[in-house]
């Protein structure tokens, strides 16, 4: 069975601190692992991952693949209370299925 | 530009009643569609995907269903709504080259 599994599933940090975020998954004909920000309502785009070692880096958010451990971290470095989210991850298989885990709530304290 | 319409935004419901939320894509062609809901504390549940007219793969047995009527619509139904269908419901699609997932606005669902 596909599966995408989170950790850890909440978090609490202060201002400064930095981040590590993990999915792991198992999906058929693996094509692509996502990561999203979800505040309020839909969640937004932050990263698409499609192979392994290189690392995506958007200003303090850096994500990374690795297809053979099946797994991928989002690392937030010197966070801040705008950082404070649910971060989604997500896994699609060539059939189009897109599988998300269950989310890590981060939450930033001043 | 590429958009994506869901609606309606909120719903509330009474048990037994039945239920379509509607979602259109503009700007693209032969998108793969996507049904999910998100319960509290449960991330997204992929409930329907989509890859072409007519072509629903359902993933959790519900008395929810899902049609796909023209190839930039996708509507999520029910003849009976039980309270468990309570939760946001969000209508998303992607290209089938691989590219990144787009949200819809979100339908809040209240059953009642």
């Known amino acids: 069975e596909d599966k995408v599994v989170q950790s850890p599933l909440s978090l609490v940090v202060h201002e400064g601190d930095t981040v590590t975020l993990n999915c792991s998954y198992e999906v058929t004909n693996f094509r692509s692992l996502l990561w999203y920000k979800q505040e309020k309502k839909a969640p937004t785009f932050l990263f698409m991952l499609?192979?392994?070692?290189i690392e995506k880096k958007s200003g303090r958010l850096s994500s990374i693949l690795d297809k053979k451990e099946l797994f991928s971290i989002l690392n937030i470095t010197a966070t801040q209370t705008g950082d404070s989210a649910v971060y989604l991850c997500?896994?699609?298989?060539?059939?189009?299925?897109?599988?998300f885990g269950q989310g890590t709530t981060l939450q930033v304290k001043p | 530009s590429q958009t994506i319409h869901q609606w309606p935004a909120t719903l509330v419901q009474p048990v037994g009643s039945p239920l379509s939320l509607e979602c259109t894509v503009e700007g693209t062609s032969n998108p793969n569609l996507y049904w999910y809901r998100q319960a509290a504390g449960r991330g997204l549940q992929l409930l329907f995907y989509s890859v072409g007219i007519g072509q629903i793969s359902s993933e959790v047995p519900q008395n929810l269903s899902a049609s796909r009527p023209q190839d930039r619509q996708f509507i999520l139904s029910s003849k009976k709504l039980l309270l468990s269908d309570s939760g946001f419901y969000l209508c998303a699609w992607t290209l089938i080259s691989g590219n990144t997932i787009y949200f819809g606005e979100g339908s809040w669902l209240t059953v009642v």
């Open positions: 997500a896994v699609e298989g060539h059939t189009g299925k897109l599988i």
């Open positions: 499609t192979s392994s070692g």
